[in-house]
């Protein structure tokens, strides 16, 4: 059965300690592995979408990668604005979007 | 640019009832999905719409069902409520459907 999991659940940085979330998945016909970050209140706002292994993407702070297996997404020197939930989804050849369950960064001061 | 609409906000209904929940995509989005989330389940997919045609369905019980006018506006409604449909339902919209995903803020639904 197809399935993404993420991990840690939750993750308390200090601002500027890097660190890295996982997501793990098992997909059948991958068809694109989306990041997504979610606020308090709000609905998740897109960040990134990888293809293939070995594809990176960077946007600030935040640089997405892909191997066949599992996905990371490196914070780099994180600052309390980055405090969110991070989502990643993967898109099979069904129109869909399955998401995992989300690593929730807070970054301290 | 407009995002995506949902309306209401914040909805409270009785065991039950039913519920009506509206979406406006983006301008020239053609695709629109539904989702459902809860602190348990996290996000669920419930229904794609395009064109005016569903797509694809998640596993929900009939009780939950959408449809698309031809403007694209969507709407989803859930007869009968039950304590486990409080949740928040969240509506995105793309142009062709396995791209990137714009979200609405969602509707909060509380069921007592």
């Known amino acids: 059965?197809?399935?993404?999991?993420?991990?840690?659940?939750?993750?308390r940085l200090q601002e500027g300690e890097s660190s890295?979330?996982?997501?793990?998945?098992?997909v059948s016909g991958l068809r694109g592995l989306f990041w997504y970050r979610q606020d308090p209140g709000k609905g998740p706002e897109f960040l990134f979408?990888?293809?293939?292994?070995?594809?990176?993407?960077?946007?600030?702070r935040l640089k997405a990668t892909l191997t066949k297996?599992?996905?990371?997404?490196?914070?780099?020197?994180?600052?309390?604005?980055?405090?969110?939930?991070y989502l990643c989804a993967f898109a099979s050849n069904d129109y869909k979007l399955s998401f995992g369950a989300g690593t929730t960064v807070t970054v301290r001061a | 640019?407009?995002?995506v609409t949902q309306t209401p906000r914040y909805l409270?209904?009785?065991?039950?009832?039913?519920?009506?929940?509206?979406?406006?995509?983006?301008s020239g989005h053609r695709s629109v999905s539904w989702y459902q989330q809860t602190p348990g389940q996290g996000l669920?997919?419930?229904?794609?719409y395009f064109s005016e045609t569903q797509r694809n369905k998640g596993n929900f019980p009939g009780r939950f069902s959408g449809r698309?006018?031809?403007?694209?506006?969507?709407?989803m409604n859930v007869s009968t409520l039950e304590l486990g449909d409080s949740a928040l339902y969240l509506c995105a919209s793309s142009w062709g459907g396995n791209e990137k995903l714009f979200f609405g803020s969602g509707t909060q639904l509380s069921v007592l």
């Not at chain 1, 059965?1 to 993750?11: H, I, K």
């Not at chain 1, 020197?77 to 405090?83: F, G, L, R, V």
């Not at chain 2, 409270?12 to 983006?26: A, D, E």
């Not at chain 2, 669920?44 to 794609?48: D, V």
Request: aromatic share 8%.
């Open chain 2, 44 to 48: 669920q997919f419930l229904f794609e």
């Open chain 2, 12 to 26: 409270i209904k009785t065991r039950g009832q039913q519920v009506t929940l509206s979406c406006s995509p983006i």
């Open chain 1, 49 to 60: 979408t990888l293809y293939s292994a070995g594809e990176e993407k960077e946007k600030e």
């Open chain 1, 20 to 26: 890295s979330l996982n997501c793990s998945y098992t």
């Open chain 1, 1 to 11: 059965e197809d399935q993404v999991t993420q991990s840690p659940e939750a993750l």
């Open chain 1, 69 to 85: 297996k599992e996905s990371f997404l490196h914070i780099t020197a994180p600052k309390p604005e980055d405090s969110a939930t």
């Open chain 2, 68 to 75: 698309q006018f031809s403007n694209s506006r969507s709407e």
């Open chain 2, 1 to 3: 640019k407009a995002g």
